[in-house]
């Protein structure tokens, strides 16, 4: 059953109704009601609000926060690999999307000046700068920007939309890698971040993508840390509104190289918190030691090699084509 609200959808401005009024929430003790969008159909949690603290406690347990340690780990891998924007491009949908892209920018000719927004510890913004990009990673976490400056180089900044606007910066290509989901006030953010476009500037989004889970409530992290759920009809209105074109990137390729099982979406009554009411974590996931063995078969490039001849024979139960579980879209500005 649904209820239909009063309220309108904050993305389009369409009618809303529930889904649910008693999501788990990321935190023990807090429930979220869910609402979905009847014109771009998004989902979002309600309230649309979060506090900075959730962010300071998952960084404090990044090692043991399920999601969050794969981010560690890569921060800590990247420094031994010889290539690390190709290591980064093999683990994930987000970074191949945008690196492939701007790679293709380059071999077209352009010059890019790059800035990625929520770089947190700064491993992709260092992974672009070791293949040759000029790029500026930002963070509001003066905690992630000095680890990132202490590990990997000066090219980052803990400021604000405003300050950069201020100084009259503007870039070829802005990357926000799995970050709006996570903003009460998307519309702003979009606003200032289109403003730091040069003329034909494109800014480069990667969201978990709605549109692959049909008929499921909120298969994503739980609110308040995702407070968006969009598909690429909620793009779409988004590029609309700031009066951009837009783009999607098409993962056939990436899905054809590395393997990406499809796992049925958990049920909402089934998820639990990851952190207690006093901030201790519900479930501690430490990321698995990697083998002695496949350590050696990563680092020489044989396990690509396997890869590639393993996701030939096997076709069931894996994403393919164009729509997965991460949507990355190009929006470019108009005016
Ligand atoms: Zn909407």
């Given at each position: ?182 903003l009460p006030d998307v519309h702003g953010f979009m606003a200032d971040a289109v403003s730091l476009l040069s003329p034909g500037g494109e800014i480069l989004i990667t969201t978990p993508n709605k549109s692959a889970y049909p008929d499921t409530e909120w298969e994503t992290d739980l609110p308040p840390v995702h407070l968006w759920w969009f598909g690429e009809e909620a ?101």
């Open positions: 059953m649904t209820t239909q609200r009063t309220e309108k959808c904050p993305l389009c401005g369409c009618a809303v109704h529930v889904v649910t009024d008693s999501a788990t929430g990321y935190q023990q003790g807090r429930t979220y009601t869910i609402l979905e969008c009847e014109g771009c159909l998004s989902s979002f949690s309600s309230p649309l609000e979060v506090s900075d603290e959730i962010y300071g406690q998952i960084y404090a347990n990044v090692r043991n926060v399920p999601g969050y340690n794969r981010y560690f780990r890569y921060a800590q891998e990247i420094l031994t690999r010889r290539r690390p924007l190709d290591y980064l491009m093999g683990q994930e949908e987000s970074y191949w999307a945008v690196a492939h892209h701007l790679r293709k920018r380059r071999e077209a000719g352009e010059k890019l000046n790059i800035l990625e927004l929520g770089c947190g510890m700064g491993y992709f913004t260092h992974a672009l700068a070791q293949d040759g990009f000029t790029v500026t990673g930002v963070d509001i976490s003066s905690h992630a920007v000095s680890w990132a400056r202490e590990h990997y180089g000066p090219y980052y900044a803990c400021t604000t939309l405003d300050e950069l606007q201020a100084r009259g910066d503007r870039y070829d290509a802005i990357i926000m890698n799995q970050l709006i989901e996570h793009l779409k209105s988004l590029a609309q509104h700031h009066r951009c074109t837009i783009s999607f990137i098409d993962f056939a390729p990436f899905y054809a190289a590395y393997l990406r099982p499809k796992f049925p979406p958990v049920p909402l009554v089934d998820r639990q918190p990851v952190f207690d009411a006093h901030w201790k974590l519900v479930i501690s996931q430490p990321i698995p030691v990697v083998s002695p063995v496949r350590n050696v078969l990563e680092r020489t490039g044989i396990m690509d090699f396997l890869r590639a001849v393993r996701s030939k024979f096997v076709t069931g139960n894996r994403w393919h084509g164009s729509r997965g579980p991460i949507c990355a879209a190009v929006l470019r500005r108009t005016r």
